[in-house]
């Protein structure tokens, strides 16, 4: 559990800086948001999921419940329902009801149990990838999630397992199936000084067929892909090993990632979203002295597409040098737009992304 901690939220506790000053976060369904968004969006806070829609927040589900993906036609979620000591995975209807239960990590020995995070259907509707942690016999508390996929109207026994994260480095998360067939996701792992990154990393196909590659360097340490609409640009955020980070976006052709646009910078950033018309992107920040991450939206207009740099290709084991071809260092529009701050008095979970459609 040490390990998870710190190779895949490690970041994350710069984000949730204990504030001297505290303030009670308002249940979104108490609120107006302050700017009205198109579509349908998913978004959890506090063990709960909200659907905002129409400018109007609703509790759908509540005990537990955090990382909610859509499905392909638009009526289902399948979301995490995480207790104190597991983690399973759900398929609920558009209104929050349970329809069935996905995976089953609980034990009567603890020490047996199993964690499911960040489930994305596949582009197909398929197939349900998430990370999860094999047990390793010899260290039973050692959590290092590594990327499966398995049949979404199928059981957890068909699941087939498509990364190898690095040892003891929390694991491979934020799955992201592509149309392609393939899957692209954040991998951690360790500098030679200790120090956690993460990198952007593509699978072609399950670990044992096939070698991935990283398409980020260590040193941009980038994180949480979000892909637009059309397929064609990558949204996430780049800390640089810094406390603050960078929302950027890139060109990609499903092999490469381009030059990256910095659209925000020097702020804490955490789990974009695509606008269902690929015009914009919908971020958390935090806000006010107590640091409670509202949402905010932030308009992208299509641009000229860059042509990707190629990268290097890495192999996915922990002896292997993970490095991506270097590209050209982000750069700020010319002309940044504005982001608008779309809640206030929330505190939504900076670990899961909204899902917009």
């Not at 108490?30 to 579509?39: A, D, E, S, V």
């Not at 393939?182 to 792992?189: A, E, H, I, M, P």
């Not at 810094?242 to 890139?250: D, F, S």
Request: contains cysteine; aromatic residues 10%.
């Amino acid at each position: 559990m040490g390990s998870f901690g710190l190779g895949v939220y490690g970041y994350l506790g710069t984000l949730k800086a204990t504030p001297k000053i505290t303030a009670h976060a308002i249940l979104p369904s108490h609120t107006k948001p302050k700017f009205f968004l198109p579509g349908t969006m998913f978004i959890a806070q506090g063990g709960s999921i909200f659907r905002l829609k129409g400018g109007q927040f609703t509790q759908i589900a509540s005990g537990g419940w955090t990382q909610p993906g859509v499905t392909l036609d638009h009526n289902h979620l399948v979301a995490v329902q995480r207790t104190t000591s597991e983690s399973d995975l759900y398929l609920l209807d558009i209104d929050g009801h349970v329809i069935k239960q996905l995976t089953h990590n609980a034990n009567r020995n603890t020490s047996f149990n199993h964690w499911s995070f960040f489930p994305r259907v596949s582009a197909d509707g398929q197939n349900v990838f998430y990370s999860y942690d094999p047990k390793d016999p010899s260290n039973l508390h050692r959590v290092d999630l590594a990327v499966y996929a398995m049949p979404l109207n199928g059981t957890q026994s068909r699941a087939r397992r498509w990364t190898d994260p690095f040892n003891l480095s929390g694991g491979d998360v934020h799955p992201l199936p592509l149309a392609n067939g393939g899957l692209l996701y954040t991998k951690y792992n360790f500098d030679a000084q200790g120090h956690s990154y993460s990198q952007l990393w593509l699978q072609r196909a399950p670990f044992t067929v096939a070698v991935g590659k990283a398409l980020t360097t260590p040193q941009e340490s980038c994180s949480q892909a979000a892909l637009s609409p059309d397929g064609k640009r990558i949204a996430m955020i780049c800390s640089g090993g810094q406390q603050v980070g960078r929302l950027e976006i890139a060109s990609f052709d499903g092999a490469t990632l381009g030059p990256a646009t910095v659209l925000v910078d020097g702020q804490l950033c955490a789990a974009p979203a695509w606008s269902p018309d690929g015009n914009g992107l919908a971020y958390l920040a935090p806000v006010g002295p107590a640091g409670h991450f509202q949402l905010f939206y932030l308009p992208v207009l299509p641009g000229p597409t860059p042509t990707p740099i190629a990268a290097a290709s890495a192999t996915a084991r922990g002896t292997a040098t993970a490095t991506a071809g270097a590209r050209p260092l982000p750069t700020p529009t010319p002309a940044p737009p504005t982001p608008l701050q779309v809640s206030a008095d929330l505190d939504f979970d900076t670990t899961a992304p909204p899902a917009w459609f």
